[in-house]
């Protein structure tokens, strides 16, 4: 892994500069980030949790609906690199403001046009256009804010800010899964889709008056070779490769975890609401303390491969019970529930510490390049996991979805490499 110099590195290009602050400033820097990475996540996170609703509302199949959530990872995983890319011209903090206030405009688009009223069905081709342009407007948000987390923390640092910025995904997806299922059952998806516009409105206001870069970085940065890019290094690839095939558990929980729940288990909207806020605290709370820990140890590698085998051994022992388990039966129920929550929250635990190792190999000039690629890979899996699902349930039921999902994490396992021996890693100001 690349190690951290002393020499610090002036602004980007195109940053919005601010004057010198404290060390507690970089708090706030990350509290704007983490309030635009979480209202993206209500938005794509909280509508799969009305799943029921939605698909009965739009009048979908299983595989309507797979198209509709898959619609949002396809919108993302185009538009992940160029706004990367951007954000290392232009600074996070224009990228954000850009992009978190187009997401809000074709939120309320949706919100006036494409939801179902009485008299009124919009078909799925609308639906699944505005969960695209969802997607490629939000896509903003997943690699800026980086570059900021790298420049205003020490390695010793950033594997818990940059958890804490992806936090926000599960956090927000909490949020989303506990609102938008019940405004959408009250007051229709109208009100809910305003909702998620208004909080991406709120977001981009806390970008605005705290996401800036300072005229010097106030810690030691990353300087990778001269001319390195991300897209010319194998080991970046072979990273972003791992994040792709590590994802599809947690899309395949985000996507189907209610319909799962309802339809195998027999559980009602609001124990599938329940779990699903379960599911995503669980894995804020993991992915806050794995990155702690692995900044402690400094085994970041090694961490990223015990969680491909715990995320095997979890989605195999699913299969298994939803071959098995007998049906109706309430211990199985259960223990359906149980599984699948602890799942999905190992399977979304190793956020923060996958995006700090990718973020730390690419250099503070390419962070958001490389957050970008790395996050290509994960919304491709947002994309075909849930198109390659409903395929899987209608050849060999549940149990051959959860046992495919098992084998990619097997298959990510050896892409995260030969972990380095563990090092002490410096810290921050203030830790």
């Given at each position: 892994m690349t190690r951290p110099t002393h020499n610090a590195m002036p602004a980007q290009a195109g940053a919005d500069p601010a004057p010198a602050a404290g060390a507690s400033h970089r708090w706030r820097v990350l509290a704007a980030g983490f309030a635009a990475n979480a209202a993206f996540s209500a938005a794509i996170?909280?509508?799969?949790?009305?799943?029921?609703?939605l698909r009965e509302a739009y009048a979908l199949s299983t595989s309507g609906l797979g198209i509709a959530v898959a619609a949002v990872g396809l919108g993302i995983a185009l538009s992940e690199l160029p706004w990367g890319m951007l954000a290392d011209r232009l600074g996070d903090r224009r990228v954000l403001l850009w992009g978190l206030g187009l997401t809000a405009a074709v939120l309320a688009w949706l919100a006036l046009f494409v939801s179902p009223q009485e008299g009124h069905r919009p078909a799925l081709?609308?639906?699944?256009?505005?969960?695209?342009?969802?997607?490629?407007?939000?896509?903003?948000?997943?690699?800026?804010?980086?570059?900021?987390?790298?420049?205003?923390?020490?390695?010793?640092?950033?594997g818990l800010a940059m958890s804490i910025r992806q936090t926000a995904l599960p956090a927000g997806g909490a949020l989303g899964a506990l609102v938008v299922p019940a405004v959408a059952a009250q007051a229709g998806f109208r009100a809910a889709y305003a909702v998620l516009a208004a909080a991406c409105l709120v977001a981009a206001a806390a970008c605005w008056r705290w996401l800036r870069v300072p005229a010097e970085p106030p810690v030691a940065v990353v300087r990778p070779a001269a001319g390195a890019s991300p897209l010319a290094r194998w080991p970046i690839w072979r990273l972003v490769l791992a994040i792709g095939a590590l994802c599809v558990a947690q899309i395949a929980v985000l996507s189907f975890l209610a319909v799962f729940l309802h339809d195998v288990a027999g559980f009602g909207m609001a124990w599938t609401s329940a779990a699903m806020v379960a599911y995503q605290v669980g894995a804020g709370a993991l992915r806050v303390g794995s990155g702690a820990w692995t900044d402690r140890h400094g085994n970041r590698p090694a961490f990223l491969q015990r969680s491909c085998l715990a995320v095997a051994v979890l989605f195999g022992l699913l299969a298994v019970l939803s071959a098995w388990a007998p049906h109706g039966d309430a211990a199985a129920r259960w223990a359906l529930l149980g599984t699948i929550v602890l799942g999905g929250i190992v399977a979304s635990g190793w956020h923060g510490v996958a995006f700090t190792e990718l973020a730390v190999r690419a250099g503070?000039?390419?962070?958001?390049?490389?957050l970008g690629l790395g996050n290509?890979?994960?919304?491709?899996?947002?994309?075909?996991?849930?198109?390659?699902?409903?395929?899987?349930?209608?050849?060999?039921?549940?149990?051959?979805?959860?046992?495919?999902?098992?084998?990619f994490a097997l298959l990510a396992r050896?892409?995260?490499?030969?972990?380095?021996?563990?090092?002490?890693v410096p810290r921050g100001p203030g830790g």
């Open positions: 996170s909280g509508v799969p949790a009305a799943a029921v609703l081709a609308w639906l699944a256009t505005g969960m695209a342009l969802i997607g490629l407007a939000g896509g903003s948000v997943n690699g800026a804010s980086g570059r900021a987390v790298m420049t205003w923390f020490t390695d010793g640092e950033r503070l000039q390419h962070v958001g390049t490389a290509t890979f994960a919304f491709s899996a947002y994309f075909l996991t849930p198109l390659f699902t409903p395929v899987a349930i209608a050849l060999g039921g549940w149990p051959a979805a959860w046992a495919l999902v098992a084998a050896p892409l995260f490499g030969r972990p380095p021996p563990a090092r002490p």
